[in-house]
């Protein structure tokens, strides 16, 4: 969680001084759903994530300098420096990248997971959207999919409570997320999704259960972003109290708490810190000194169907 941080805070300051292309979408504040989840998943797991997904991308143990490398629009990026912020991914940890488009991923791990079940893996797929995705057609046909032929996937929504800059309670009919799920068949579950040892246990239970063959899981975790919708979003659409009533149910300050409890010594947690700030601040200014891509390399990777006027005449 303290990476995940460190190397947000680290690229919203890259922002500022112009080093990000394009737009980033920060995650501070929901760090323990990406912790919690991807905990419990393997390498060759499967990961779909959204427009918010450094957090995600993280867990699942991509090489944050290349990550860094990705938002600059620098050679050696996870995407060649080509896809930015909302379209990072990294196939060799199972990551298949973050979506622009609001729901996308659900379909997409759909997909993904019935991959697997052809090929008889024992992998599981997990698809990570927010609260703003329920009510998009993805999300139905996705989770209507996924059960219908018992899919080995486990829908995660991070449920910040906003749909961009809009609360989500405003424009949601029904009882939300977790019981449009159920509607389908689906098993499911509501944590709080600041409790990174609640999310784990749940997590835990779910994946454990897909990967006996149970068929697709749903969790709800409910969390809270400290940022605005981007990192240039001031936010003024929410009330000053709530954001710092919030700040006080920050997921690493919390479990720093419980690991005191358990007998962890302050030094301890502070180094973790100190470690994480340290090792984002080199990776950031080694991103920064990275060269561009070559620009030959540009249609590289790019789908050639030629000429669209003679295939339709």
């Not at 998009?136 to 996924?146: D, K, S, Y």
């Not at 009919?173 to 609640?198: K, M, T």
């Not at 149970?214 to 605005?228: A, D, I, K, N």
Request: proline content about 4%; overall charge negative; charged content about 20%.
């Amino acid at each position: 969680m303290h990476r995940i941080r460190a190397f947000e805070e680290e690229a919203i300051a890259a922002q500022k001084d112009g080093l990000v292309l394009g737009a980033i979408h920060p995650s501070i504040g929901q760090e323990a759903v990406a912790a919690g989840v991807c905990a419990n998943l393997e390498t060759n797991d499967l990961l779909l994530s959204t427009h918010r997904g450094h957090g995600h991308t993280l867990a699942k143990c991509a090489d944050p300098l290349a990550m860094m490398r990705e938002l600059f629009g620098r050679a050696g990026g996870t995407c060649g420096g080509k896809g930015g912020s909302m379209h990072i991914a990294d196939f060799g940890v199972g990551m298949l990248g973050a979506n622009g488009v609001v729901g996308a991923n659900i379909p997409i791990a759909a997909g993904a997971a019935h991959a697997q079940k052809l090929q008889g893996s024992r992998q599981i797929t997990v698809c990570i959207f927010g609260d703003g995705a329920i009510n998009r057609g993805p999300f139905l046909e996705g989770l209507n999919w996924a059960r219908v032929f018992d899919l080995p996937v486990l829908f995660v929504c991070e449920d910040n409570g906003f749909s961009a800059t809009t609360r989500t309670r405003d424009m949601t009919a029904g009882a939300g997320a977790a019981a449009r799920a159920a509607s389908l068949g689906l098993e499911v579950d509501e944590v709080d999704g600041n409790d990174v040892i609640a999310v784990d246990a749940a997590a835990r239970v779910a994946i454990d259960a897909i990967r006996a063959g149970q068929g697709p899981r749903f969790l709800t975790c409910h969390t809270y972003r400290m940022t605005g919708h981007t990192a240039v979003d001031p936010a003024s659409y929410r009330p000053a109290a709530e954001v710092e009533e919030w700040r006080g149910n920050c997921p690493i300050a919390r479990l720093e708490v419980a690991l005191r409890l358990a007998g962890e010594s302050d030094a301890r947690l502070a180094a973790i810190h100190t470690q994480e700030i340290t090792e984002m601040a080199r990776i950031a200014v080694t991103a920064r000194d990275t060269g561009w891509p070559d620009a030959a390399g540009a249609f590289s990777d790019v789908q050639d169907i030629g000429d669209p006027r003679e295939r339709a005449f």
